[in-house]
C-alpha cells in the first residue's frame, strides 16, 4: 500500500511540474509595445552615433551628419553641413518623461520640438513643433516638425519641414547611409 501511495504521489507530483511547462510553451508569446516613451526614443537616438553620408534636398546634394552622444550620455548632438556657411545643430535631450530637441538653425534661430508618442513608432520618431527662440513662427522663416526614419542598423532618413508665413512651403529631406567605423 504504501508503494502504490509513494508511485501515486511521485506521479501526481511529476504531472504538477510539467502540466505548467507545457501550457507555457503553447501560449503565444508575448507582443512587443509599439507604443513609445522618453527611454526607448532617446536609446533609437543614441543609435545613430556615428558618421552618415547621403543627400540633402530636393537637389540631391551630398552632404555627411554625424550624431554624437555626450555629457554624460544626457545628449545626443546632430551636426548637419559641417563646415560649410549652412552648418546647423540639434541637440536632443530628455526632460522629465519627453524628448526635446533645440536645433540651432543656419539661419540664427532655434526653433525648439517635442517627440510626439502617439505618432512616433518604433520604426519612426516624429517631433512636433514647441516654440523656440529668436524668431516669429507665425511669421519667419524656420524649420517646423521632423520625422526621423530608421530604415534598419546603417539606412536612415530625416525630413524637416519648413514654414514661412506661418505656412509650410516644404521640406528638407535627408537619405543617409551609416559610414562603416574604422
Given at each position: 500500500?504504501?508503494?502504490?501511495?509513494?508511485?501515486?504521489?511521485?506521479?501526481?507530483?511529476?504531472?504538477?511540474?510539467?502540466?505548467?511547462?507545457?501550457?507555457?510553451?503553447?501560449?503565444?508569446?508575448?507582443?512587443?509595445?509599439?507604443?513609445?516613451?522618453?527611454?526607448?526614443?532617446?536609446?533609437m537616438l543614441k543609435s545613430?552615433?556615428?558618421?552618415?553620408?547621403?543627400?540633402?534636398?530636393?537637389?540631391?546634394?551630398?552632404?555627411?551628419?554625424?550624431?554624437?552622444?555626450?555629457?554624460?550620455g544626457h545628449v545626443v548632438?546632430?551636426?548637419?553641413?559641417?563646415?560649410?556657411?549652412?552648418?546647423?545643430?540639434?541637440?536632443?535631450?530628455?526632460?522629465?518623461?519627453?524628448?526635446?530637441?533645440?536645433?540651432?538653425?543656419?539661419?540664427?534661430?532655434?526653433?525648439?520640438?517635442?517627440?510626439?508618442?502617439?505618432?512616433?513608432?518604433?520604426?519612426?520618431?516624429?517631433?512636433?513643433?514647441?516654440?523656440g527662440n529668436g524668431f516669429?513662427?507665425?511669421?519667419?522663416?524656420?524649420?517646423?516638425?521632423?520625422?526621423?526614419?530608421?530604415?534598419?542598423?546603417?539606412?536612415?532618413?530625416?525630413?524637416?519641414?519648413?514654414?514661412?508665413?506661418?505656412?509650410?512651403?516644404?521640406?528638407?529631406?535627408?537619405?543617409?547611409?551609416?559610414?562603416?567605423?574604422?
Amino acid at each position: 500500500m504504501k508503494r502504490v501511495t509513494f508511485c501515486g504521489l511521485a506521479a501526481a507530483a511529476l504531472a504538477a511540474l510539467t502540466v505548467p511547462m507545457i501550457l507555457a510553451q503553447a501560449r503565444e508569446p508575448e507582443k512587443i509595445s509599439e507604443s513609445m516613451n522618453a527611454r526607448t526614443a532617446f536609446h533609437m537616438l543614441k543609435s545613430l552615433a556615428g558618421t552618415w553620408t547621403g543627400t540633402a534636398g530636393a537637389e540631391n546634394t551630398p552632404t555627411t551628419v554625424t550624431y554624437k552622444i555626450t555629457a554624460n550620455g544626457h545628449v545626443v548632438t546632430e551636426v548637419l553641413f559641417a563646415g560649410t556657411d549652412h552648418e546647423m545643430m540639434t541637440l536632443y535631450y530628455v526632460q522629465g518623461s519627453d524628448v526635446l530637441a533645440t536645433h540651432y538653425c543656419s539661419l540664427g534661430n532655434r526653433p525648439q520640438f517635442k517627440l510626439d508618442a502617439g505618432k512616433s513608432s518604433l520604426k519612426e520618431l516624429v517631433f512636433a513643433f514647441d516654440g523656440g527662440n529668436g524668431f516669429d513662427s507665425g511669421k519667419d522663416n524656420h524649420i517646423h516638425d521632423a520625422k526621423l526614419d530608421f530604415n534598419g542598423k546603417d539606412k536612415f532618413d530625416a525630413s524637416w519641414s519648413f514654414y514661412s508665413g506661418g505656412e509650410k512651403r516644404g521640406s528638407n529631406d535627408f537619405h543617409l547611409t551609416r559610414v562603416a567605423a574604422k
